[in-house]
């Protein structure tokens, strides 16, 4: 397995994993109303995180589709939670940020 | 949810368990080395409609890009399976065929 | 495929979905707070019924011990939304009790 | 999120990668024949452990019951992969053991 690819699993995996830390933590805050669209974009991005890491896995020959997909989700999820101050949605926006800066790599390879 | 949703994630579900049948079957075929591509594309498809089906599911606003990326896929698989004889390959071509028609529909939408 | 598996899998459908679209609902309610719990188990149990469809249609050898946790899983969260009374909830929880059935059935199979 | 907890997440992210690498590399094998139940059980395992992974990452009350599962497959995907010298068997084998034992702290915890 080239290098990018490896560094794309390992990218979406802190990604999947950032955003459910951020989501099982965002169910529990007090301020739940503002964090609406903050929980349904983790699911969203740790789903399509985890389908990536293991598409890449598995050697798939749609990867460039695949991680431009990745790539747009990730985005999405980094400028909501970035608009939090809860220090799991900082987290979760830089982990978003970084796996779609790998996403991006693939998607033009 | 509207009726081009609901007809995409009842395509894609079977879809999906088209592909998982004829992803085992092959796998016990006598002839197994001319269906590696199959084996490998059944898993693939398997997985990208599992995914847009859940997705489509819970209203993600990424519904355009992921059921363009799932055309494409099922379309891949049912050109390989279509090559095949196997009443598996077949069944699972025909049902690739009908999810990539209806992914296509909402990919424009 | 044998009757059971065909009608596990098919409860495991419906209740994959029921599930998302109680999530999604539920995300949107205004009385956000009384139903933390009920969005956080309806994307356990999509989850869970996601992976059992999948595990049965490619004729997993585990079947009784995966449809042992889906039916735990599913009875936890038709325990939940059977609480609430939006129409959303309700449609999740029936769902969940028939999903739970179909497994328990598999589980001693 | 606790230190046994994390190091299960961490044990099936790498098994889910070395069952996914194993799975692509025993597709393009000569002696396809002999590596049937390798092929089967590398997609069984990838399953289990990326269904796991992700929900110990969003705090499932469930996950002794799920990792009770996940070592069982784990176990079984080592005895098969353990039979074949290709080192992407061994180094699967090897993934799916240290995968087992980090769940099986987990099942009792």
Chains 1, 2, 3, 4 share one sequence.
Do not use: P, W
């Not at 503002?34 to 598995?58: P, V």
């Not at 798939?60 to 400028?79: G, H, V």
């Not at 809860?86 to 970084?98: I, L």
């Amino acid at each position: 397995m080239n290098h990018s690819i490896e560094k794309c699993i390992e990218a979406c995996l802190e990604c999947m994993n950032a955003c459910n830390v951020c989501y099982v933590a965002s169910l529990k805050e007090y301020e739940l109303e503002m964090l609406r669209e903050c929980i349904r974009l983790d699911r969203e991005c740790a789903e399509i995180c985890s389908y990536t890491a293991q598409a890449l896995g598995r050697g798939t020959e749609f990867a460039a589709d695949i991680c431009a997909l990745c790539a747009r989700i990730c985005e999405a999820c980094a400028a909501e939670c970035g608009k939090h101050q809860h220090e799991h949605c900082q987290q979760c926006a830089e982990a978003c940020r970084r796996c779609a800066e790998a996403c991006r790599i693939m998607a033009v390879a």
